[in-house]
Nanobody, 122 residues
């Protein structure tokens, strides 16, 4: 069983930054792709970013490209999401997800954290 625990959410003004963390346990973290998703009130959950097992390959939603950076530290079993130039439309609950394979293009997201709230005020 995989456990994912997010942290780092909060309230920030537009233009500010936040860094989310996701600590993983329960399997060999370094073998699998990891991702971040978000869900705003009244909307479906959407993809934000993903990273391959090695950290070499990353993918981003168009809405966050150039502002968000996903990274991972396999020694700490942790994946991060650095969010800069935040906008009110980034307000959502952010979820960490663990993939089923090592590369993003072939993975499915089978494990989810509980989520952390990010609120961006205008």
């Amino acid at each position: 069983q995989v456990q994912l625990v997010e942290s780092g959410g909060g309230l920030v003004q537009a233009g500010g930054s936040l860094r989310l963390s996701c600590a993983a346990s329960g399997r060999t973290f370094s073998r699998y792709a990891m991702g971040w998703f978000r869900q705003a009130p009244g909307k479906e959950r959407e993809f934000v970013a993903a990273i391959s097992w090695s950290g070499v390959s990353t993918n981003y939603a168009d809405s966050v490209k150039g502002r968000f950076t996903i990274s991972r530290d396999n020694a700490k079993n942790t994946v991060y999401l650095q969010m800069n130039s935040l906008k009110p439309e980034d307000t959502a609950v952010y979820y960490c997800a663990a993939g089923s394979t090592s590369v993003v293009v072939t993975t499915t997201w089978g494990y989810w954290g509980q989520g952390t709230q990010v609120t961006v005020s205008s």
